[in-house]
């Protein structure tokens, strides 16, 4: 905190500063990445946040009490629940889920989350704060009865309500829903039914672990277009273990086909806490048995040309939509916007003013937290003013054409001045434009943009590939 001897410095020269602190950074970190491997080794690749979670620290959790004690923030407010219950667990799942609890057990799980949405409620920063968006994720948040998602919604909206919220998403495993449940899902206010596909083909479905089988996805799907959610999403994954790519074309043809009003497209990875890698490490294996990364590539390009064929429009490194005018992602772009997030669940994660913050990962010290009244907060980090623009430069980035005036009104920085050396990289290598005021990914960068991060991390964060 300043003294009244030493004055705040002006907006103009705080930027100034921040502008000079980044390029500084930026070139002493900016010693180019080696080609990748082309082969699928264990780790996170997916750049999902920054600074990475493996930096956020368990000394830090005191402070988002600090934070939520401050006047009624005025950022647009996100709400999201995790819903850690699954039928069965994914070979590739390195999500927090539980496949073995009762109905008692999972009730007794919905109630502690509701008791964690009054104790924010109860805070400064949140209190009488409306959601721009709201987001189930899981898990399985359609694996819940009728009668407990109508319980936890009512208790929620008591608190945050989301009558006038822009989206609200949902996840759902298809053969989890009976057409009386999308009804339900559907009178809760769903927005965006956000379906985990993620294969049409019953051998790969079950070799990678999945519950669901093609009969189930296509009744679920045909059920939800019947009942006209605004926005149906399906997921799908190229390279999933013994796929080929006669059977991904044979995925992307079917997906066409349903005329969803969005897809996204992930590239298969193998994070170290899923069954695959503990099989790949029991049998002292390095290279996970799922298609490389050039393969994968080659995948996920095709389909984005069958798409776009078909009417739709490449939004991001992983998103196809059918209606750019209509269909947003609001969730996504508000967050990679440094919007809060109000975040609630077992080992979720959530933002606030600046200062991310993580869960207990574990459901029994999480709803110890709360039996005894406080915030389950196990980590957390405070960035600061050069994290949080490179942050929202890194993320944004993944949306394949940003703005340099962008970030000079909110920030005070030309990023095009301060991030010059891994631009030009990047330019060098093809992977990248810059004209006039606009930096744009070709389709070869948008397809590896996760790994071309990195070229923008500072030092201290570079090469760092956790979960």
Known sequence: MASESSPVPSAPARSAALHASLGDAVRDAHVPLAKPEEATEAGN????????????????????????????????????????????????????????????????????????????????????????????????????????????????????????????????EPGTLTEKKLEAIRDLGITRLSLGVENFDDHILELNGRAHRSKELHRAIAFA?????????????????????????????????????????????????????QEMKAAGQLTAPVADWA????????????????????????????????????????????????????ASFGHFAGMHYQNNADIGPYMMSLDQGQLPVYRAYQTNAEERLLREFILRLKLGRITSSYYVEKYGVDPRESFAQPLAYLQSEGFLTLAGDVITLNREGLLQVDRLLHEFFLPQHRHARYT
């Open 225 to 277: 277009k019947a009942l006209q959610f605004p926005q149906i999403n399906i997921d799908l994954i190229a390279g999933m273990v013994d796929e080929t790519e006669d059977n991904w074309k044979r995925c992307v043809e079917q997906a066409i086909g349903y005329q969803p009003e969005s897809v996204t497209i992930y590239q298969m990875e193998v994070p170290y806490n899923t069954t695959i890698y």
């Open 45 to 172: 690749y997916f750049v999902a946040n920054y600074p990475p979670f493996s930096f956020w620290q368990r000394e830090q959790a005191g402070l988002v009490d600090e934070v939520l004690s401050r006047p009624r923030g005025s950022a647009d407010l996100g709400v999201y629940f995790h819903i850690p219950f699954c039928r069965k667990r994914c070979h590739f799942c390195y999500f927090r889920v539980y496949t073995d609890r009762n109905a008692a057990e999972i009730n007794g799980y919905l109630q502690a989350g509701l008791r964690e949405f009054r104790l924010y409620g109860s805070k400064p920063y949140l209190a009488g704060r409306k959601p721009k968006f709201v987001y189930f994720g899981g898990g399985t948040p359609s694996y819940l009865s009728v009668a407990q998602l109508t319980e936890l919604t009512t208790g929620m909206k008591e608190l945050f309500p989301w009558d006038e919220a822009e989206e609200v998403a949902f996840e759902a």
């Open 295 to 346: 393969t994968k590539r080659h995948w996920v390009s095709y389909a984005f040309d069958e798409f776009e064929k078909a009417g739709y429009t490449v939004t991001s490194a992983t998103t196809v939509v059918k209606d750019p005018e209509k269909t947003k992602f609001v969730y996504r772009d508000s967050l990679w916007a440094g919007a809060d997030l109000l975040s609630a669940g077992v």
